[in-house]
């Protein structure tokens, strides 16, 4: 079974500022996919970024990107220029192959954006 | 920009007592699946769904809980006879080859 940690219960980080959260994972699999979610206060989940095993380059969309290191296991997401909106809680997630399958997700890191 | 919808938003039901949570998936999504979050904790897998059948489940979706697509639009989670453990957010999801994309859950209260 694959497990995902994330080590970071809690974060903050001031506006403007960049934060990155960490999330590790456990794996046989070669061929797998990598999400991040955030879960604001209204507990909507709401996909972030994905990155597919396969791929040698990091995902970006917009001020989110990750670093996904392969060989290590480790698919850290990063968050530059911080906005109050972007409180929420983050949740690491793998998926075997693709579609179909269950994501496994972390316990998710609080992160608190502030003025 | 086309969205997974979940009806009803918060549910309230007496132990005991039979629920249907109702989903909308994206249109031209093909699988589906339904997830749970019981309030301070992680999100759990149920179930997935493709070509009108489950593709896989978790040890938590036992004898108790159900799905169906009963028509071209709608994906149903049933839970019979609910326990009070069951009171949790009740997410659908679908995707496509990217994804998957959630709805904003429904809120299953069992007292």
């Known amino acids: 079974a694959q497990t995902v940690t994330q080590s970071q219960p809690e974060m903050s980080v001031q506006e403007a500022e960049t934060v990155t959260l960490s999330c590790t994972y456990d794996t046989s699999e070669n061929n797998y996919y990598l999400f991040w979610y955030k879960q604001p206060p209204s507990r909507q989940m709401i996909l972030v970024i994905r990155?597919?095993?396969?791929?040698?380059q990091n995902a970006t969309e917009n001020r989110f990107s990750v670093n996904f290191q392969k060989a290590a296991k480790s698919f850290s997401l990063k968050i530059s220029d911080s906005q109050l909106g972007d409180t929420a809680m983050y949740f690491c997630?793998?998926?075997?192959?693709?579609?179909?399958?269950?994501?496994?997700f972390g316990k998710g890191t609080s992160l608190l954006v502030t003025p | 920009e086309p969205e997974v919808t979940q009806t009803p938003s918060h549910q309230v039901t007496q132990m005991g007592q039979e629920v249907i949570l109702r989903c909308v998936p994206i249109s031209n999504h093909l699988y589906f699946y339904w997830y749970r979050q019981i309030l301070g904790q992680k999100v759990e897998f149920l179930v997935s769904?493709?070509?009108?059948?489950?593709?896989?489940k978790s040890e938590i979706f036992d004898d108790q809980f159900s799905v169906e697509r009963p028509d071209g639009s709608n994906f149903t989670l049933k839970i019979r006879s609910t326990k009070l453990e069951d009171s949790a957010m009740y997410f659908c999801a679908s995707s496509d080859l990217a994804g998957p994309y959630f709805g904003p859950g429904t809120r299953l209260t069992v007292t």
């Open positions: 997630a793998f998926m075997k192959e693709y579609s179909g399958y269950a994501l496994n």
């Open positions: 769904f493709y070509n009108n059948e489950i593709s896989e």
């Open positions: 990155q597919e095993a396969y791929k040698q």
